[in-house]
């Protein structure tokens, strides 16, 4: 049996599978706060007590969460301090000094994780080649190392010039710990992110000191309660590149798993993908707290090298706090479901990006909470059914919600409260839309070549009209949209990409060297996946090479198949390709400048298809569970319209809009002028006019 388990904003969300018999059991819990591992193991304990399996039985279990990302915005991480090259100790604050806003005045941007007082410069230097310029001051460290324990400071972040050319230094300060400071956490950033770019590797490894203590109690807690309850299985944590890792690892390189609880939709979208034939898809997320978009392409989800996090304006970048660590590129691109709708200064409706969560929630769940929500809106139109939220497991009161809709909206707009709730719905779908449509332009893709593979508890009831605005051709929901993450977890493959700075130009080096370098990153990546159970012979290697023409400032990857260089000739061939390709040209008589090499080691990959849930359309009863009054757009009125059980459509059914399908964990909406339908994949199809 095989369990995934994903810790989100508002709910947390579990999916067992026993592989034997084809059953599945889904449960959805509100996450609890403040110790997120008081939800997973009530998800856990109800699951098993659903299935009457005991964990004993679980072979596989896969964890995402925000834990690490949410520590990072609240601030509540170890007390952490920075030594850095004597004279270099202030460059996470200098940061690359540029305005992301260029003329806002009152611009605000992330503190460092380390304060002043707690940045330390280090008598040492390293040149760019690796030559020692200055000896380390190992007396300067040894003292620094026990005042800092002596004041309290749990971690320490060790981020040398030059460093990922010559890392004796730092693992120098290391072993120093390891004597007078046996109990601090120490991070080296040419073991985090030994690549070029000072202020980001400084980031990186600030991050990853900052979050070491929390994550390791963090897992340590879950895996002995989850021993105490019988669990002996393989425990994974979803890495943000969409790949397993071990908890030793993860505990690490907490840095590695910041984005891992919203990766997994994207991983099931990508799997869709693969099976289905259907190599592009826009992935859509909307959950209790955010909403998220990313692109499928060729059948797998988009990586980038890097992201930010605590960002101090939503969508601008450079405000937030740069991570340099693979991740599946995802936009926010919007509210969720727990959103709160207000009136601004201009006395506009805006909706987010403050969020009721799931304490006290929308002011629907009746648990205290008074504002309106997206949730509230879509309830009051008639989309969710009152009593069969959760399968009937959470009661959702109408009358909670138009009352906060009326007091802070529609009252104070002289509007029908109704109309008020439109206005909400309808504001959500077209930002994200809008968001949507400007991600995939600017990568040079047309909306109407991607359909829209929706989940998160609240991505099917607004796909429909984000599709319309967007001009998506379809709509896809899988089975289970409202755990697709879960889903997601478990057709993941372990990975572990292994990164090594080299700015130096082609023609300064040799084969052989680069050679022994793809060697040794390949060696690091078989490593870390020995630590998740393995075994050799079962792991894949490709690797890359970021490479730009001297004299330029970004880089291009170029893809090296079994990460080997057959010779210099043949990487610079490869290069101009791929630069061609990009730009239409390339620059003749300019030296190729190497700029960082990665391995990618993964082991294999799991299947995982629901649709044996599912029977042939001949084979049952109808669907159809009666009828509710919704409120549609084209009538600006409610409508009589028909309602379906989700478990009860089989394979190869249609249906015409308008109509509800309805799930556990989420609600399908249709719309006028769209046919909806049942793939072979147990998936609902929404084909758009």
Known sequence: MRLAVDIGGTFTDLLLVDDDSGEIWIEKVLTTYPDPSEGFLNAVQKASAASKRPLSGVDVLV??????????????????ALLATEGFSDSVELRREQRYVMYDLLLELPEPLAPRNLRFGIRERVTSQGE????????????????????????????????YRNPAHETAVAEIAREVAPGLNVSLSSRVNPEVKEYERASTTLCNAYLQGRMAEYIENIE??????????????????????????????????????????????????????????????????????GVIDGGSPLVAPGFEVDRRYRFAKGSGLPVRAPVIELLEIGAGGGSIAQLDALGLVKVGPESAGSSPGPACYNLGGTRPTVTDADL???????????????????????????????????????????????????????????????????????????????????????????????????????????????????????????????????????????????????????????PDDRIEVHGYCAMRYEGQGHDVRVHLPGARVESKAALSEAFERRYASLYGRT????????????????????DLRLSQLLKSADSGDGALTGQRPVFWPESRSCEETP??????LRIGESLEGPAIIEERES???????????????????????
């Open 587 to 606: 620059v003749a008589g300019r030296d190729i400048k190497l700029v960082t090499w990665g391995v990618i080691a993964q082991g294999p990959s799991s």
């Open 224 to 293: 002995a309660s989850l021993a105490a309850r019988g669990f002996a299985g393989a425990f994974f944590i979803m890495q943000s590149s969409g790949g397993l890792t071990s908890s030793v690892t993860a505990k690490e390189l907490p840095v590695r798993v910041l984005e891992s609880g919203p990766v997994g939709g994207m991983l099931c979208a990508a799997h869709h993908g693969r099976v289905a034939s259907a190599p592009k898809l826009l992935a859509f997320d909307m959950g209790g707290t955010t909403a998220k978009i």
């Open 380 to 534: 009051m139109l008639g989309y969710l059914n009152p009593a069969f939220f959760l399968g009937g497991e959470m009661t959702l009161s109408p009358e909670a919600a138009e009352q906060a809709i009326l007091n802070d909206l529609a009252g104070p707009l002289g509007m029908d409260p109704r109309e008020a709730a439109w206005g909400i719905h309808e504001l959500v779908n077209e930002s994200m839309a809008s968001a949507a449509r400007v991600h995939l332009t600017d990568r040079g893709k047309d909306p109407g070549d991607y359909p829209l593979f929706a989940y998160g508890g609240a991505g099917p009831v607004h796909a429909f009209g984000v599709a319309r605005v967007l001009g998506s051709p379809q709509v896809i929901i899988p089975l289970g949209a409202g755990v697709a993450s879960a889903r997601g977890f478990l057709t993941a493959p372990a990975s572990f990409e292994a990164v090594q700075g080299w700015y130096r130009t082609i023609s300064e080096t040799t084969t052989d060297e680069i050679g022994d370098l793809l060697r040794h990153l390949e060696d690091q990546g078989r490593a870390m996946l020995a630590t998740a159970g393995i």
């Open 667 to 689: 609600t399908i909406v249709v719309g006028h002028r769209a046919r909806a339908r049942v793939d072979g994949f147990g998936n609902v199809v929404i084909d758009l006019e």
């Open 63 to 80: 964890h995402g969460t925000t834990l690490g990302i949410n520590a990072i915005i609240e601030r509540k991480g170890s007390p952490t």
């Open 643 to 648: 309602v379906y059980s989700r478990y009860a």
């Open 132 to 163: 020692v310029l200055v000896p380390l001051d190992t007396e300067q460290v040894a003292k620094l190392l026990s005042r800092l324990t002596a004041r309290g400071i749990e971690a320490v972040a060790v981020c040398f010039l030059h460093s």
